[in-house]
Structures are given as structure tokens and as C-alpha cells.
């Protein structure tokens, strides 16, 4: 899997990124919506082994992009504080919505 997180005003943190070992990396946002008058929150985690370089942007900060593909990488994804996605290469989980997709592998391999 790959992506590429821009930070169009980085803080000092951000550049080490770029050192080897592990990285957790929580991306949020929100939005207002209007109609039921609550905040609806989105949160990415990433944890990756390695990030590879670091590239400038053509307007300013920088441009990160990541490969998740060592056996240490997993990245969830949450939507109004609810996990949507959880992938778990290590521990063989694949989750959506609730469903894990992997856990009769898991089963089968005799890894509850």
C-alpha cells in the first residue's frame, strides 16, 4: 500500500519521519454537520517500519510518501469515533466495519 501525506506547514517532528525504525502517525479531521448539529470526527493511524524520503513540495512544506509493507505496518481507520478499518498484516486481521474477514484463517492456523 502506498500514500503520500502533504504537511503544507511542518513542524520540526515532521522531518523525522524519515529515520529508520518504527512510526505511528495519527492523521485527524473533522467537519460540522449542520442538520444534527454535532462534529463527525475521521482519524487514520498508521504504523510503518519506514517512510522512505522526503520530498519538497512545488508551493512549500513537504511531501512524505509512505510504503506500508514490512510485516510491522497496520493502519486503522475511524469515522465519528467508530473503527471502519483495521489492517493488521502481523497479526492476521482484516477488519471492516466490525466483520474480520481473517479471523477463520487465524482459527485454522491456531492463532486465536
Known sequence: MET????????????????????????????ANT??????????????ESLGSIETTEKQGLKLPITLCSIAAYYDIYHDKKRILMLDPANIIW??????????????????
Do not use: C, N
Open 4 to 31: 503520500t501525506i502533504h504537511f503544507y506547514d511542518p513542524t520540526s517532528d515532521v522531518y523525522g519521519l524519515s529515520e529508520p525504525g518504527p512510526h505511528h502517525i495519527e492523521i485527524r479531521s473533522s467537519k
Open 35 to 48: 442538520y444534527k448539529k454535532r462534529v463527525i470526527e475521521d482519524q487514520y493511524v498508521l504504523v510503518m
Open 95 to 112: 477488519e471492516i466495519d466490525g466483520v474480520d474477514y481473517w479471523k477463520e484463517i487465524r482459527e485454522k492456523g491456531g492463532i486465536a
